[in-house]
Every structure is written in C-alpha cells, then in structure tokens.
C-alpha cells in the first residue's frame, strides 16, 4: 500500500525521559470555513437593518458593509501565513511560538474542550498573564497527531 501522500508526522521526541512532543500548526481548510462562516453572519445582519431614506444612515450602512469587508480580507490573508509550533510533554510543560514571534511559556488556564472535530485550549502567559483561546482543528494536523494531542491535553492536570 502506498502511503507516500500522507503529511510526515511533525511530533517529535525529543528525549525519552521528557517525552516533548512538537506539533506543526498552520491554518487549513476547517479554520478558513470558519472564518467565512463567522463573517457570513455578520455580513447577514447588516440584511436585518430597516430600509433608510436618508442617505446619511445609507452611506453610514455601506460604510460599515465595506468595513467589515475589509476586515474579513485583513483576516484571511492573517491566516493564511499564520504558523505555530505548539511544544509540550506529559509534565504539564506547554511553550507556544508563533511565526515571528519569541516562544512563550503558557500555562493551562482551564481544561481544554476536546471534541473529534475541534480542541479548544485556553491559555494563560506565565510572564504577562494574558489569557487567550487556541482553536486546533482536525485538519491541522494528522490523525494520529490529533489523538495524541488530546490525549496529552486531556492528560494535563490545571496549575
């Protein structure tokens, strides 16, 4: 059987005590659908507003349309470059780089939300304490990845 269309596996182990694992995060197909979902919507609710005669709400109605055009544009091209490197080990030691960004090392601020499509995980900076939500598709990463990703997330007891 032929498997050489399969992405090469980006978890690595480092060492056999520590047992860190790397994985290779890009945007991809679910994370695009997403976004063009969410602005979809938004783009919907301007439908929903009534019917100006003045041409001043009009003009200020398209004005916020082509805004939030342009802001779904700033997103996607955002997305389609964004990189990250997502390092952690059974431990509970969990460091976050993003593309052209110093790695940082984060903390879990609550469980992750494990489902089969999506893996919700929230973060906190050990040195700003700034929280953020990491959204990681399915199809970020291979199966296997995937699995073992949540495993460890799962695994991952709250500081």
Known sequence: MDEQHLKASQVTTSSFRTHQHQFG?????????????????????????PQWTSLIFLGIQLLLVLLTLGLLFYCWRKLTVWQCCLSLNHLGSITLSEHGLSAARVVLSRPAMVSTLLCVVFFQDVKSGEKRWFWIWHDMLTDTEYRTLCRLLLQLKIA
Do not use: D, G, K, Q
């Not at 995060?25 to 507003?49: K, P, T, V």
């Open 25 to 49: 995060l890009s945007a991809s197909f679910l994370s695009r659908l997403f976004l063009l979902c969410w602005f979809a919507i938004l783009l919907c609710s301007f439908l929903a507003w």
